[in-house]
């Protein structure tokens, strides 16, 4: 994987074919989770009830909204440059920024389905397939996100 910053802005990123299937794998697979967070606090009252059901609302109209554009950007306006070994992507700063959005997504996604755990040591024993590839997704996600924030922080 080779993410390089172009003079004109944005990103040039070269995948091969594995990175490729997976980045578009995990792509596909948005949303993970549809749990939204919760408001801090020890107690339910009126008001906190009522926030919670305003940012519920608020997560679930943001996470289809996400989801559509995800889905119309797969579909239709994939940038994707196919090379002899690779692809490569040409991508503007607010698209960058807006994957690092739907990786994180996907990363948080898969570790609520693993319980929310404080810590993830390997080796994962007496894990079922699907929770060992949620740790791989949550994992390869992390590695996507990564490699954008380092691209957008780079100079």
């Keep these: ?17 594995r990175e490729a299937s997976l980045f578009l794998r995990l792509l596909r697979s948005y949303p993970v989770v549809g749990s939204p967070p919760t408001l801090p606090g020890s107690g339910h009252t009126a008001d906190s009830e009522g ?3 305003l940012l519920r609302q608020s997560f679930a109209q943001q996470s289809e909204e996400s989801r559509q554009e995800l889905r119309a950007w797969l579909e239709g306006a994939w940038p994707a440059k196919p090379t002899k ?20 997504d996907i990363r948080v996604g898969h570790w609520k389905k693993l319980g929310s755990p404080d810590h993830l040591d390997l080796p994962l024993k007496g894990w079922s397939l699907d929770q060992l590839g949620s740790w791989r997704d949550m994992q390869a996600s992390g590695f996507f996100e990564t490699a954008i924030l380092t691209a957008l922080n780079s100079n």
């Design 1 to 17: 994987m080779k993410l390089s910053r172009k003079a004109s802005g944005g990103c040039s990123w070269e995948l091969d074919p």
């Design 51 to 53: 926030a919670e059901a």
């Design 85 to 104: 070994k690779n692809v490569t992507l040409d991508l503007s700063e607010k698209r960058l920024e807006w994957l690092l959005h739907v990786f994180n």
